[in-house]
């Protein structure tokens, strides 16, 4: 797995983790994971079309979900415990585990 996938999913886990990262946090967490070169700045840029190419990705993506429609009103999920919200943060550089 690249390290650049590593990234993403770590976001991928965490989307609020992007929006609230400052530049420089962002930046550092690039490093930390080991992403450079073009796949760092098409990151940097938030250029989904660069980075796919760059990992070889397909040009088009399709996704369906089907359901069962039994004429049963759906059940809302539960709410999560305020505990369960907590934010985690980029790994920093002496968190890094090799």
Do not use: C
Request: net charge negative; hydrophobic share 40%.
């Amino acid at each position: 797995m690249t390290e650049a996938i590593r990234f993403l999913e770590t976001l991928g886990s965490n989307p609020a983790l992007a929006q609230a990262a400052s530049a420089a946090a962002y930046e550092n967490a690039l490093d930390v994971f080991g992403v450079a070169g073009q796949k760092q700045q098409a990151l940097l840029d938030r250029d989904p079309r660069t980075l796919n190419l760059l990992l070889g990705g397909r040009a088009t993506m399709a996704m369906a979900i089907a359901t069962p429609d039994n004429g049963e009103e759906q059940q809302e999920a539960p709410e999560r415990r305020e505990d369960e919200q907590a934010e985690p943060e980029f790994p920093r550089e002496r968190d890094r585990h090799d």
